[in-house]
């Protein structure tokens, strides 16, 4: 196992909903990267945060938001759910950003639903 | 925009022979190039990995090459076996910024007994 945790691990929400992904990065480790896996896709980034700030963010729209903790912990929150949004939400942990070649680990993932 | 292509999509091989996966990228940014394992409903796991600097590494069965020139790496499996079956993703980490990952779109690999 990697140490990054997730919760919930599968969820189910009603489009127009709001919902909160969690994540318990390694102990160490200060980077935390969210992903998006679609069904039949390869994962697509959505933002990181390194030391509570994020720093960087992929294609997706503003309802998309995060935070990380003075722990390195991270939320996902998703505002106004579509039925599009349904995929495997991952995150992923690091050592440190700002240290070249360092592996990340992910998490089992967040199995989200939109009905 | 940054890039990363896989082929092919499915890959079916005997049991014992050999399987191979390419995968080409666009930023001449990366620097870290990583194969992950995901089985069906799991994490995606790391199996191998090769830096910029290096041409080829092996781990018993499982090899990965890159051409930097090219902008070309591949996954090697040999003697394969049925526990090889899952869908694999290469990915390219640019070396500034953030150090997002950009993964194919994955190779679904089965090994029929």
């Known amino acids: ?115 | 925009g940054e890039n990363v292509e896989q082929h092919p999509s499915t890959l079916s091989v005997q049991e014992g022979d050999s399987a191979v996966i390419k995968c080409t990228y666009s930023d001449s940014a990366s620097n870290y190039f990583p194969w992950y394992k995901q089985e069906l409903g799991k994490r995606p796991q790391l199996i191998i990995d090769i830096r910029s600097n290096v041409g080829e590494k092996k781990d018993q069965r499982i090899a990965v090459t890159l051409n930097k020139t090219a902008k070309h790496f591949s996954l090697h499996i040999t003697e394969t076996q049925p526990e090889d079956s899952a869908v694999y993703f290469c990915a390219a980490r640019e070396d500034s910024g953030t150090y997002k990952y950009i993964f194919g779109t994955g190779t679904r690999l089965k090994v029929l007994a």
């Open chain 1, 1 to 115: 196992e990697t140490g990054v945790t997730q919760s919930p691990t599968h969820l189910i929400k009603t489009r127009g909903q709001q919902v909160t992904l969690r994540c318990s990065s390694q102990s160490g480790h200060n980077t935390v990267s969210w992903y998006q896996q679609a069904l039949g896709q390869g994962p697509q980034f959505i933002f990181q945060y390194y030391r509570e700030e994020e720093n960087g963010r992929g294609n997706f729209p503003p309802r998309f938001s995060g935070l990380q903790f003075p722990n390195y912990s991270s939320e996902l929150n998703v505002n106004a759910l579509e039925l599009d949004d349904s995929a495997l939400y991952l995150c992923a942990s690091s050592l440190d950003q700002q240290v070249p070649n360092t592996e990340a680990f992910f998490g089992q993932g967040t199995r989200l639903t939109v009905v």
